[in-house]
Nanobody, 118 residues
Framework: QVQLVESGGGLVQPGGSLTLSCAASGFTFHYYVMKWYRQVPGKEREWVAGVTRDGGVKNYAESVKGRFSISRDNVRKTVTLQMNSLKVEDTAVYYC???????????WGQGTQVIVSS
């Protein structure tokens, strides 16, 4: 059974940090590109960051570049999003996604809520 389970969300003050984790099971993790997305009510889900299968290439949305860092551990089958210098506008439900590039194969986690507020 394929599972992606996010954790690490919560309430943090502006300027603070959080680390989100996504634990994968039920599929061959290192075959998949891993990505983080986020969504606020009433808006479309937006891509935040991505990492290639071997972890060698990482990409970020302009809105988080320099503040967020994505990494993966193919042995532990986890992907992590380190979020620093958080802003109120980073408030959202964060989702991890596994996908095979060029094929219609993708899996989503259930999401974890991040609230940035004073």
């Amino acid at each position: 059974q394929v599972q992606l389970v996010e954790s690490g969300g919560g309430l943090v003050q502006p300027g603070g940090s959080l680390t989100l984790s996504c634990a994968a099971s039920g599929f061959t993790f290192h075959y998949y590109v891993m990505k983080w997305y986020r969504q606020v009510p009433g808006k479309e889900r937006e891509w935040v960051a991505g990492v290639t299968r071997d972890g060698g290439v990482k990409n970020y949305a302009e809105s988080v570049k320099g503040r967020f860092s994505i990494s993966r551990d193919n042995v532990r089958k986890t992907v992590t999003l380190q979020m620093n210098s958080l802003k109120v506008e980073d408030t959202a439900v964060y989702y991890c996604k596994a996908e095979v590039v060029g094929q219609n194969i993708e899996y989503w986690g259930q999401g974890t809520q991040v609230i940035v507020s004073s």
